[in-house]
């Protein structure tokens, strides 16, 4: 598995991951033209990359298999996962084709690394309580702070 940072060229990527993580149960809830038109859905992507963006990519076999980015969203403009304005929240994704692979785990680990390094006290993000990436996030630290709808809201000290 190859690791490396998210690019501007990684946007049609990136979407695919934000299509992944809105539609996690399998139900197609969503598409690129709904998300792109959906002020919260989208507020996770627009303008990227901003300057406090950071994501990370894993390719599996020369082809981009998942990734993982942090962004500053505003209490304004809030994610489903805010916690604060100097709080970055993740999005995570990885395609079908390549789960159960370790992608998740070592994206997140790479991000988490990152946001140490940036002096980042804490990320935060939303999980639905029935999503298999909640056990992941828990066994990265990750603990439950509030409940926003049917989503937890989980954070990281770091
Ligand atoms: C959830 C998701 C990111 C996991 O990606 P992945 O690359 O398959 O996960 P990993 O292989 O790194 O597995 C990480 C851990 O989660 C567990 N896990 C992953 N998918 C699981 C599943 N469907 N059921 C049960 N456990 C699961 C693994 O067993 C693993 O645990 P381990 O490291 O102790 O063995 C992926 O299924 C996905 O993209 N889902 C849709 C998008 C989504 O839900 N994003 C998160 C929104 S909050």
């Known amino acids: 598995m190859h690791l490396r940072a998210a690019t501007a060229a990684d946007l049609p990527f990136l979407t695919e991951m934000l299509l992944e993580a809105c539609n996690w149960d399998g139900s197609p809830w969503y598409d690129e033209e709904k998300a792109r038109g959906d002020d919260h859905a989208w507020r996770y992507l627009a303008d990227w990359p901003r300057a406090s963006d950071f994501g990370v990519i894993a ?3 020369g082809s981009p298999a998942g990734a993982t980015w942090g962004r500053l969203l505003t209490a304004d403009r809030p994610g489903y996962g805010y916690i604060a304005d100097d709080v ?3 999005t995570l994704g990885v395609s079908a084709a390549f789960r159960r692979r370790g992608v998740a785990r070592a994206v997140l680990t790479e991000l988490i690394a990152q946001a140490r390094a940036a002096s980042y006290a804490q990320l ?8 298999p990436a909640r056990g992941l996030y828990e066994s990265l630290g990750f603990r439950k702070v ?3 709808g049917t989503s937890d809201t989980m954070v990281l000290d770091l």
Do not use: A, H, K, M
């Open 124 to 131: 935060s993000l939303s999980v639905d309580p029935d999503n």
């Open 88 to 90: 970055p929240e993740l």
């Open 146 to 148: 509030g409940v926003v």
């Open 59 to 61: 390719e599996l076999d």
